[in-house]
């Protein structure tokens, strides 16, 4: 048995919503009724009803008719930030491009209903992940359809700056001939810096390699197996910096890459580098830019990007002369713009239905065949997680919470992130207004300080199936159901999947078997005849439906739990006239 993983998180959940009884029905007791199931990851709206989806700037036209197969679209564009904060409330899902900020106040005025953010591109700088992450709202981006298109202009600008076209095109609409003034340089035998070795870096690097020049690239997270194979170098900072005589930026914008180009970074570069951005303005320092161009450091460069765009008419660096501008194209082909906006809106149906994107940026991915397996077990732990904090007295803060699963699959085999979650959904959200999924379940724990850890035990046996069962214990507290306290002193429950549906097989030391679908009674008694019957009857005369039944019991004649699993809610009254039963010693309702 080995712990797996561990969140070094604490706090307490003091309240829960479950009942019980150890001899008769309190009569102040009230029952609320269940709060309804919310769905695995993201759901917009109630069933029936088709979700609504705000396009916030210009999207393909294919991607619209999708999009409409779907949802009722809303095509709003240029929306001031307090227009955007006050439609948001009546949108399930937000598509945007580069232009239009999705800032925290976005999220807090969408009060609860945002559940998809699209960015119809690449980079997501523009979206606070943060916030989305804290309200449960999946963002997804179009990583790959404008790949090419990307490359494509990067390797436009670099033969522009290296022929000076741009120049040249306007001296002659201008009426001159200075053949002599726009001498370029010969891209062959050149050394290219790819700074990002991403899916436009890689591309870029291909390209320019057919042009016959020299390819380094910079990109810590880059593996240098993907780089040999195109025959490229990875390189540190440093040596790109020292050695390039052209520099293609293709990073993303973090607090790491702000403003990486500065008086520093252009103080080392070779003198006479050009260079190329068409990631984002923000890595360069504007300023020190100008200052380079204008010592000569920096020969030329070509810029799709800007910190602030569009930018200030008096902005110098458009106006420099050795400075070639386009108003961010890089992704603005025909193609790219029809094949981003069908990405963009596949991914967001595809959330909105439940389904984990695969471009999603704020969740942890799991691949479509993994979670088809895991599809029933994922109902269980959330289950299971909603019986054992009902089980909690009121008054005990839960903190310490372990996850066992029990496989014949080895460790690599068997990933457990989305069970994780649904164990946090389980555990919080019967306790708690917040809405737990896949892309908050970590930051809601951590918030909540719930210690959560997982183990494995390892099983002989096939590994056909993923995993033969799932236990949830939480320690350090007191249970309004004392037999659900197990031999090490802590509320334990366990379950299977049997047949494609969960299964509660444990409570305490007590084996059960009940199918886990509308609510359950736990009764201890005596283990005597005639209890079940009486138990049956009192449901039977309020027209209950029991759906399942079993009994588990130390030894004949002994104690005995029995679980009942139930379609309808109990009235108070048959409540009552259970814990009446002279030989039920505790009982709890718990609602699933």
């Known amino acids: 048995m080995s712990v797996i993983s561990s969140w070094n998180l604490t706090i307490s959940l003091n309240t829960t919503i479950s009942l019980s009884w150890r001899s008769s029905l309190p009569s102040r007791a009230i029952f609320p009724r269940p709060k309804k199931p919310k769905t695995l990851v993201v759901l917009a709206t109630a069933l029936g009803a088709k979700p609504t989806v705000l ?58 209903r945002l559940k998809v953010v699209g960015r119809a591109g690449v980079g997501i700088d523009n979206v606070d992940i943060s916030a989305a992450t804290e309200h449960g709202c999946l963002v997804v981006n179009a990583p790959t359809a404008n790949t090419i298109a990307a490359a494509e202009h990067g390797i436009a600008l670099l033969t522009a700056v290296s022929r000076n076209i741009a120049q040249a095109d306007a001296s002659v609409k201008a009426g001159k001939w200075e053949r002599n003034k726009y001498v370029g340089v010969s891209l062959v035998g050149k050394t290219l810096a790819v700074m990002g070795f991403g899916k436009v870096g890689s591309e870029v690097a291909r390209r320019a390699k057919g042009l016959g020049m020299q390819v ?25 910096l020292t050695t390039a005589d052209f520099i ?19 103080s080392r570069v070779k003198k006479g580098v050009r260079i190329i951005n068409v990631a984002r303005g923000g890595v360069i320092d504007e300023e020190a830019l ?26 110098k660096l458009v106006r420099h002369e050795n400075v070639t501008v386009t108003p961010h194209l890089g992704a603005s082909t025909t193609e790219a713009q029809e094949g981003v906006a069908l990405e963009i809106a596949e ?51 839960v903190k310490f919470v372990k ?68 236990q949830v214990r939480i320690a350090n507290v007191e249970s309004k159901f004392a037999s659900a306290i197990s031999n090490s002193g802590e509320i334990t429950v366990e379950g299977r999947v049997k047949d494609g549906k969960p299964h509660l097989t444990k409570v305490g030391s007590f084996g059960v078997d009940v199918s886990l679908e509308g609510s359950i009674v736990l009764c201890r008694q005596s283990d005597q005849p005639g209890i079940i019957g009486k138990v049956g009857n009192i449901l039977s005369e309020e027209n209950v439906n029991v759906n399942f039944m079993s009994v588990g019991r130390i030894a004949p004649g002994k104690q005995a739990v029995m679980t009942i699993g139930l379609d309808e809610e109990p009235s108070r009254d048959a409540l009552k006239k ?15």
Do not use: W
Request: net charge negative; proline share 6%.
């Open 55 to 112: 396009v916030a700037e210009k999207l393909g036209d294919a991607g619209i008719q999708l999009l409409k197969t779907f949802a009722n679209v809303d095509c709003s564009y240029n929306l001031s930030p307090e227009e955007l904060c006050t439609k948001i409330s009546l949108c399930d899902a937000l598509i945007v491009r580069s232009g239009t900020k999705v800032t925290r106040e976005v999220f807090e005025s969408s009060m609860g």
């Open 347 to 397: 991914a967001v149906v595809g959330a909105l239905k439940g389904e984990l994107a695969a471009t999603a940026v704020n969740a942890p991915m799991v691949p479509a065949e993994v979670l088809l397996e895991l599809s029933p077990y994922v109902a269980l732990t959330e289950k299971l997680g909603r019986l054992a904090v009902q089980l909690v007295a009121g008054g005990s803060g």
């Open 403 to 470: 996850v066992t699963y029990a496989s014949a699959r080895g460790p690599d085999d068997l990933d457990t992130r989305l069970l994780r979650a649904m164990v946090t959904k389980g555990l919080i959200e019967p306790i708690s207004s917040v809405f737990v999924n896949l892309v908050n379940a970590d930051f809601i724990a951590k918030q909540r300080g719930l210690r959560l850890t997982e183990e494995r035990i390892v099983l002989d046996g096939s590994p056909e199936k993923p995993l033969e069962f799932i």
């Open 578 to 592: 259970i814990g009446e039963i002279t030989a039920v010693e505790e009982f709890v309702f718990l609602k699933l």
């Open 290 to 315: 100008l200052r380079a161009l204008d010592s000569g450091i920096v020969a030329q460069a070509a810029l799709d990007v800007f910190t602030e765009e569009p930018p200030p008419q008096e902005n």
């Open 248 to 266: 293609s930026l293709h990073m993303p914008l973090t607090p790491a890459t702000s403003k990486m180009f500065n008086d520093e970074a252009f």
């Open 216 to 240: 380094i690239a910079h990109d810590p997270y880059a593996p240098a197996d993907r780089a040999r194979a195109i025959g490229v170098e990875l390189v540190s900072f440093e040596e790109a």
